[in-house]
């Protein structure tokens, strides 16, 4: 089945805003497999879910299930942002899920907790808010085992199942043997029937190799890249269309500064809203100051929207490396502008970037200082001639350091994963006691909230008799009562 053909894992949401879908997480949890990957699975779910607490789009949901001898569902569709301590209380639960037991797992387990899952949201979109986006679910299934056998049990339970609220279905196989699981052969098409798009992804069974799995999993927005656009002068006739993603998270997301309305510290655009960034100028890479950056980064890359042809696509990506490629051996940058949309009767506001190659067939956009923003300083040049013994001493502490031909960020840690576990927690605590208790100069708590009056059955069918005559005092509380 083709990209354009497939109704379920391109579906996208017609509303102005970015799509949310809940996520479901289904854990192979029987041995022996379990015992390998019970530590590390839990330890960089923790450390990804304090993340997600604080910075989810308001409204994403997570649930988790279990599957052994059969599936069970340990967290249902919960609201990830600011709920915190129910994560840990489910994290506690998977945690204690004992190694040992039965080895054998029930075929329809897996598809069982599949169908639960579609069910739980369906149920839950009837009694609640409907939305464009949240009838698609995306799940993902963590196993230890093999690949063919995950497919053959899920082709055999999902046949016959209603699949039209499945939006994307990932298999996250954890083994210490990644190279031969990527390249193990596709099942042939006597295996199994596949009536639904399978992820497929091998990783090794360690908490960083989770953790950027899940991280992306849980706080990209659900595999819906922002699309922008390359427009070149019309002399030139060359347009690129590409997706952007951004490779950090902010910052102020973690420190409770963001804005409710916009919780990734940018501008939210449905799949269909196009970025038009329009090149005015080349520029000389060496000759760019890193001070005049500021914001978040963006990787650009081509795009693989399902709205083009294949012969669009190709085309397109030609153009892409071919950009890439000229950019680079020219060490050369674009400067391209971008007219912030705004709603108000002033001019515009025009955002400009800068595009940047790099030995990857990936472009870097960053954020350009222009006139209005920019403070005079006054920096002075360097001396020629340096006072010998200073510079003796600093050369002789730059060589006691470790250098290293390139920064890897993935070998420097902030403690932020700990740091947001007890923050979030102690405002959690702080929160519950200002609202249920006020302390009293006695040194006594009392309740704030009074207690729900219980009524009797027959309590609303109550009448005044017939020679009871009531005073319009007594009338008024027996109205109130009523």
Known sequence: MS?????????ISGSGTMSVYPHVLVVDVG???????KS??????RNVLCLAASAAHPGERISVY?????????LPLLEMRGNLCRLQRCLSELQAIALEGSGAVRVPSLSLAVLDALQQ???????GSSGAAGGFVEVTIVSTRPRCDLLHDLDRGLKEGDLSTLRRLLLLHVSCDVEENRLEPEMSPDQGAHVYDIDFHAILPDVLSLEIFLKSWL???NGEKEKCQLIFPAGAQLEIMCDMSRPLLDPGLLHGAEDEMCPRGQVLTSARVTQEYRVIRAVSSPGVCGS???????ILTPTACWELDWEQLEANQDNFHALCHSLQSQQLSLVASSVLRDSSCAPPVMSHVLVSASASAALLLRTIAVRELILLTRVPTLPAAMAQHALHRVQDALGRLEAEPVYNPLQISSNLYRHLQ???SSRRQNSLGRGRQVVHPSGRARATIAPLQFKGPGLNMRRCGENDIPSPKRRLLCDKED
């Open 3 to 11: 990209r354009r053909e497939n109704p379920v894992r391109w579906k």
């Open 66 to 74: 279990t599957v052994r001898d059969r599936h069970q569902c340990l």
């Open 121 to 127: 949201n369906r149920q839950r979109m009837q009694h």
């Open 40 to 45: 590390v699975l839990c330890e960089a779910l």
């Open 31 to 37: 041995p022996p497999g379990w015992a390998a990957v």
């Open 422 to 424: 007890v923050a979030q």
């Open 219 to 221: 706080l990209e927005s």
């Open 292 to 298: 005049m950056f500021y914001g978040l980064p963006a």
